[in-house]
């Protein structure tokens, strides 16, 4: 291996580490702001007053660093499918820290969704990139990109003033899937931020230009959008589901972008394209998957608070025999028969 290859692998797994990490401990840190306030689902922000929450803070913004340095020493055809660590990390953490324990479908859901995934990722187009930031904005400025972010924006806009306030609490897509369509034009953003930084430190300075600064103020925006969802998505879901679900669809989504904005699909070939549709039929299997395994674990939860409160109509007959008749009285009111 390469020189450069070995320090984007080095990057990338490392950015996994960090990112999965950061989950669990926003995870934690929500917990302990949810006991002293408004809960981040419910709209409560008491988690910006929590120094763990804070630190999955940083570490997350560590690994997104590593992850952005990882692209430039390797391809990111060996950058990005390493991302999918970041779950598997998640997912164990989670197991011992929150014990939040994830089912054998819940693995298979995981596996789906990672190896699913990682085909779109090696059979997606190739990029080219470009030398300055006009060039991306005229790439950002093509009509079939500004559909692209027409259609993005209309969809986020109706998950948050629709379908949040109907169902945000039960349907985990509501959430991630604005994190991840907000998540993919932050990476459109970033790169033309990127190309403008390495590019003035060549010597060819792109602060002059005012595309840079609204890249710039487009990826702050879509940024504190992502965290704000991400905390509600953490503080209603499960770690280990939330991960895999916002890998799938922003890594999906982002090679959408990327492909409509470069214009990288043309010149595919059937082998190509087959098997990224092999690789989304993956992809979708394994949300149905995890979707599954969390209305089993919500509806043994409710099963199980059934349970303590009537317990079984045998048990309160057998408790009524022995009771006196007021009490009979009292307790058949709660029996599972009225």
């Not at 763990?52 to 990005?80: K, Q």
């Not at 043309?266 to 992809?283: H, K, M, P, R, Y």
């Not at 099963?303 to 409160?309: H, I, K, Q, W």
Request: hydrophobic share 50%.
């Amino acid at each position: 291996m390469e020189s450069d290859n070995g320090k984007g692998l080095i990057l990338a797994v490392a950015s996994s580490v960090f990112i999965g990490s950061s989950f669990i401990l926003k995870k934690k840190g929500l917990k302990r702001a949810a006991a002293n306030g408004t809960r981040a689902g419910y709209g409560g922000y008491t988690y910006l007053l929590e120094p763990l929450w804070w630190a999955g803070m940083i570490t997350m913004i560590v690994g997104e660093a590593a992850n952005f340095v990882a692209y430039i020493y390797a391809p990111a055809v060996l950058v990005t499918p390493l991302g999918a660590l970041s779950i598997i990390i998640s997912a164990i953490l989670a197991h011992f820290l929150l014990k939040e324990k994830l089912k054998k479908m819940g693995v298979l859901g995981c596996v789906s969704c990672i190896v699913g995934s990682v085909v779109i990722v090696i059979h997606a187009p190739k990029e080219q990139t470009p030398n300055s930031v006009q060039e991306i904005w005229n790439l950002a400025t093509q009509p079939a990109f500004l559909v692209y972010v027409a259609i993005t924006m209309s969809i986020v806009l109706a998950l948050i003033l629709h379908f949040e306030p109907l169902c945000g609490q039960s349907n985990i897509l509501v959430y991630i899937g604005i994190c991840s369509l907000m998540g993919a034009l932050t990476v459109m953003s970033i790169k033309a931020i990127g190309i403008a930084i390495k590019l003035t430190m060549e010597g060819v300075s792109q602060i002059g230009y005012p595309q840079t600064w609204l890249f710039l103020m487009v990826a702050v925006t879509c940024v504190v959008t992502q965290l704000i969802y991400l905390n509600k998505a953490l503080d209603t879901f499960n770690a280990a589901i939330v991960s895999p679900v916002y890998y799938v669809m922003f890594t999906t989504l982002t090679i959408v972008a990327s492909a409509i904005m470069f214009k990288d699909w043309s010149g595919q070939d059937a082998a190509s394209v087959a098997s990224e549709l092999c690789g989304f039929i993956t992809v979708l299997t394994g949300t149905m998957i995890l979707h599954g395994t969390r209305e089993e674990e919500q509806q043994a939860s409710s099963s199980g608070n059934a349970d303590l409160v009537f317990g079984s109509s045998e048990s309160v007959r057998w408790y009524e025999s022995r009771k006196s008749t007021n009490e009979e009285h009292l307790i058949s009111l709660y029996s599972p028969e009225y």
